[in-house]
């Protein structure tokens, strides 16, 4: 029937096409029903009462087990009978095809129906049905335009805009809302009532439909097999309430438990106090600590003369909780014990901590907010913090210091964000939500800062408000300050300076005493050369407890605490938050910064013609190949293709990596993390400088993997890259190349996958891989285990995109450098981790997927295996931070730096050779006699290396030429224009790099 009411929506047949996906609509909620309810009928008392009772309770454990099985089978006998008799039996044992089904579950049908409504100027219905496609797909551009279009165009009234998927547990929420808002406290208590009852009914009715097909994909042995399979059904289960729990478009944490809250106080002024009291101890099920409701529990004690005993949850709710308890307490020994986590791709670099509470955060609210009663306190909240690296390292009463909140290049970000403001008189640079929200409206480039100030604050006050313990937690105010260096005198006299820059005298900070219910948390951006400028102070205002900033650091403290925070010697920056327990201070700027970013990201969505025919055929003008595509590969979302870099460019990129890398991983001085039989390269941009500075060279990495003893890794990343060109580690002709390469890499896979969005970069890594030497016949390991780039591989071959994962990645591809290596292939793999297809990694050649295919890399048994690995996102709060200060940096760079330090670097060298060449001369006259062979062998020596040295400074200058040659092209691509006019200097002949020795650090 769907099929149908498509066929004749593309060949515009609009009544049969409104009929047919009108029919399929209601067939489907009427398949749907029939099955919920046939296996809703089977499992009640009134068919297998007699079943699950045994008849001696000292049975056996066979017995017991027989028992269960027979309940089974004949559960699943009633079944077959009751869906053969409903729906016969060809329907029973249909099955629908999972493209359908995601359609249906995504509300597709009313997209499609809606139209073929407009066509036949079914205007309202038209309405109704892009009004209900629109609140299950709210991003949806089209949509909103199409639904502006009905009520605006076609004079659709509001009150015609119906949902056509409302349940009525909803229905009653709404209205019992309505009324409750309008103190009509009956009718309230009889709707809401109503709506608890019947979501109830409906999250049984969604638990029961998670009961249906499963994929195996390997072959479990038979527990196995069932355990893999109830494993799906139960996550399936513990999902409902997050889907059940959503009003018009939103998602509304708490949900069930708030149905209690409003009749708590509903039936408190009805008059009927013994069910408020009931009601009371039902939402304290849900939420053991909220403070509201415990002063409300205790004026019904102390002032009703109620007690403890009166306090009894409703038995439904009990039920329901403890059957969340008990899945959630299965959930947790699942994801640590039954299911082994594999590691990540080539990435092991340090994480996003703002994602990884933002993730874990989500996680619990899908949770309604808490496991079980016990881990709702703050240890458990703390818990999790500290899981990600987030630990309270100090804490006095009110006070806490925490370290690892935000990476150097966020902090860097929200710095320069504050430092785009001219300072005042006094040398403070004040930026708050509204200010930078109008500073983007004239500069959309700094869209990036402002939605990772909103991230910042955000997840500031979730870790506040658990440190507190608080349940409702508002932004107060949020600004960046930065304070430029200078004295003290710039302040008035009595002048207590505060972090964000303004003055208190004592009288003030006294006075703040009384603000007990408002807290302060400020995140330190920048790093004190001298400790102590941060510091609380008594009384008598002395100084008592001095904290040293950092960048990641946070301290927080009640706005009743005094604090006074002195000027540094350098410019002093950080980010200042004051939080409330009163909703009416929470402040607008938030909400209205929010949304004016959420209509940035819609305008932006838009889907626009794309030209994929014209693009690629750029693509192959330039010599690019495509040698495996969807044929090849059993997936069109999966390609390889030849000729991104020539010869020379991927031996540029090598030698980076070979002079400059950090031995481990890469990231955080680790040894491989994925096996200890290769050595492990990695370039990331940023690491370079650190190299440089701690021994004054750029030894080479040889560092094992912890995992297995035949490989060696390293890696550079881009910030430390762009240190390293600084220090003139790195020529600037290098690091362009860099970000060269990766950025055409990255389009041909936009290009490629035909993406109406643009991909931005999440992390950009240059990475070797070496054998040790030695006999490696025997290696049974992988040098990089089957995985998914953005989701946890489960047990049963799916890949669940969930935290830890790096979720926000979309799309993943690796660009090879060589090819001259034994092993080191590239694969994808089945869910089982066997091998799909092997992909031989050679210069210039891509594999681009989306991040969620499975895959792997075989073991490096001789030579070194070199890639340019790279992740894109789709999200603009991912983007890659240091490559856009990359961007920024690079053009700043005088072409000459390389060879200036390199310059001064070999007259220092000849100045200490010519001093130790005098002392040893002196040392050697003194000693004639006795040392005249000596002195022969070591003039023999010194005239050989110095010839040597000639040599190798003749075949450097060469190469320097070499390398300066790329200036001349002036390639740049820049990741948001799409032309493809600026990278086609990559594949110029003559290009080539000399000795670039570059670094790496965690992003």
């Known amino acids: ?83 053969t008799e409903k729906l016969g039996y060809q329907m029973s044992e249909n099955r629908v095809l999972l493209e359908i089904e995601e359609d249906f579950d995504n509300l ?92 109830y009914k409906e999250e049984e009715r969604c638990r029961v439909e998670c009961e249906g097909h499963f994929d195996h994909q390997s072959f479990p042995d038979f527990i196995q ?72 529990k205790a004026f019904y004690m102390q002032k009703l003369g109620y007690h403890q005993a009166h306090f009894v949850p409703r038995q439904d709710a009990k039920e329901y909780e403890n059957r969340r308890d008990k899945m959630l307490e299965l959930l947790y020994f699942i994801r640590d014990e039954y299911n082994v986590m594999e590691e990540s791709e080539e990435d092991t670099m340090k994480g996003d901590n703002l994602r990884e509470i933002e993730l874990e955060l989500e996680k619990i609210h899908m949770n309604n907010t808490k496991s079980k009663p016990e881990k709702l306190t703050k240890e458990h909240y703390m818990g999790i913090y500290e899981k990600i690296g987030i630990k309270v390292k100090e804490h006095k009463n009110d006070r806490f210091v925490a370290d690892d909140f935000y990476r150097d290049d966020q902090c860097r970000e929200l710095a320069n964000f504050a430092n785009i403001l001219e300072p005042n008189s006094n040398g403070v640079r004040y930026l708050n939500v509204a200010e930078g929200l109008q500073r983007i409206k004239e500069n959309t480039e700094l869209e990036i800062s402002l939605r990772l100030f909103l991230r910042a604050s955000e997840l500031a006050r979730h870790f506040s408000a658990h440190f507190y313990n608080k349940t409702s937690f508002f932004i107060k105010n949020a600004a960046i300050v930065c304070v430029d260096p200078g004295s003290e005198d710039q302040h008035p006299e009595n002048c207590i300076p505060q972090e964000d820059g ?19 948390l400020i995140s330190f951006l920048t790093e004190d050369e001298e400790p102590g400028h941060f510091s609380f102070l008594n009384r008598r205002h002395k100084k008592e407890m001095p904290v040293v900033s950092k960048c990641g650091r946070v301290v927080g403290f009640r706005l009743s605490d005094r604090q006074r925070s002195e000027r540094s010697e350098s410019q002093r920056c950080s980010m200042v938050l004051i939080f409330t ?80 890398a950090i031995g481990g991983d890469g990231y955080d001085r680790r040894r491989s993390p994925h096996t200890k039989s290769e050595t492990f390269d990695g370039l990331t941009i940023s690491r370079a400088t650190e190299k440089s500075f701690e021994d004054g060279s750029s030894k080479k990495a040889g560092n094992f993997s912890p995992h297995t003893k035949y490989e060696l890794f390293t890696g550079l990343n881009i910030w430390h890259t762009m240190e390293l060109v600084h220090v003139g580690v790195i020529s ?16 041909l896979v936009e290009k490629y996958f035909n993406l109406t969005q643009p991909l931005h970069f999440d ?28 989701c946890e591989l489960q047990a049963d071959g799916s890949c669940i995109r969930r935290f830890p994962s790096y979720v926000q990645r979309d799309y993943s591809s690796i660009m090879y450098l060589n090819g001259d290596f034994e092993g080191g292939e590239f694969f994808f793999a089945h869910g089982n981790k066997s091998a799909q297809m092997y992909i031989k990694p050679k210069c210039g050649r891509i594999v681009g997927f989306n991040s969620a295919e499975l895959h792997g890399v075989k073991a ?19 983007k890659e931070l240091a490559r856009i200060e990359a961007k920024k940096m690079i053009d700043k760079v005088p072409d000459d730096v390389h060879r200036n330090l390199k310059s001064k670097s070999e007259e220092s060298t000849k100045e200490k050779k010519r001093n130790a060449d005098e002392e040893n001369n002196i040392k050697n006259e003194q000693n004639s006699h006795m040392d005249g062979l000596d002195i022969t062998k070591t003039t023999e020596e010194s005239l050989i290396k110095h010839e040597q040295k000639n040599e190798e400074k003749g075949v450097n200058g060469v190469k320097q030429k070499e390398g300066d040659a790329l200036t001349e092209k002036g390639q740049n691509l820049t990741e948001d224009d799409y032309s493809l006019k600026k990278v086609t200097d990559i594949h110029q002949k003559g290009q080539n790099l000399n000795e670039e020795q570059k670094l790496h650090e965690e992003l």
């Open 225 to 296: 097999a069932i355990a893999d399979h109830y494993i799906s059904v139960l996550q399936c289960q513990f999902k409902c309430e997050r889907k059940l729990s959503i009003l018009f478009k939103d998602y509304l944490p708490d949900f069930v438990g708030q149905h209690y809250n409003f009749l708590q106080y509903a039936y408190h002024k009805n008059g009927n106090n013994d069910k408020a009291v009931e009601c009371a101890a039902t939402y304290l099920l849900f939420n053991p600590n909220d403070e509201e409701m415990l002063r409300n």
């Open 108 to 199: 597709k049908p009313y997209s499609y129906l809606q139209f073929c409504y407009y066509k036949l100027e079914r205007y309202t219905d038209a309405a109704c049905a892009a009004y209900t496609y629109f609140l299950r797909n709210p991003n949806d551009q089209d949509t909103v335009t199409n639904i502006q279009s009905y009520r605006h165009d076609y004079r659709v009234k509001d009150e015609d805009f119906k949902d056509l998927e409302k349940k009525p547990y909803q229905d009653y929420r709404i209205k019992g809302e309505n009324a409750y808002d309008q103190d009509d406290w009956t009718y309230a208590i009889e709707l809401i009532e109503l709506a608890i009852t019947e979501y």
């Open 502 to 520: 303004s003055c208190l005298t004592e009288d003030e900070t006294d006075d703040n005493e009384l603000l007990n219910d408002q807290f302060v």
């Open 763 to 790: 992390y950009t890594h240059l990475v070797c891989r070496t054998a040790v030497e030695g006999s490696q016949e025997d290696r049974q390991d992988l040098s990089h285990p089957v995985h998914g780039d953005n």
């Open 860 to 878: 490096v048994k001789k030579g070194k295996r070199c890639a340019l690995a790279m992740w894109y996102t789709m999200d603009l709060n991912f």
């Open 1 to 83: 029937m769907y099929t149908s009411g498509l066929n004749a929506y593309v060949g515009g047949k609009w009544f049969q096409c409104s009929a047919f996906l009108e029919k399929a609509i209601q067939e489907r909620k009427s398949y749907k029903t029939v099955i919920v309810d046939c296996r809703l009928h089977c499992r009640s008392d009134s068919v297998l009462s007699d079943f699950f009772i045994p008849a001696d309770l000292n049975t056996s454990v066979d017995a017991l087990r027989l028992n269960f099985f027979e309940n089974l089978v004949k559960e699943s006998h009633c079944l077959k009978a009751c869906k």
């Open 732 to 747: 600037k002709q290098a690091a362009q190349l860099f970000l060269d390469a990766s950025d055409y890499g990255r389009l």
């Open 581 to 660: 327990s009163n909703r009416k201070e929470d402040s607008p700027a938030h909400r209205e910064a929010s949304l004016y970013l959420l209509d940035l990201e819609k305008s932006r969505l838009e889907v626009k013609e794309v030209n994929n025919t014209e693009d690629m055929k750029k693509f192959y003008d330039n010599g690019v190949r495509i040698v495996m595509g969807e044929k090849e590969l059993n997936s069109n979302q999966r390609f390889a293709a030849d000729g991104l870099i020539t010869e020379e460019q991927c031996q540029a990129l090598i030698n980076m990596n070979q002079e400059g």
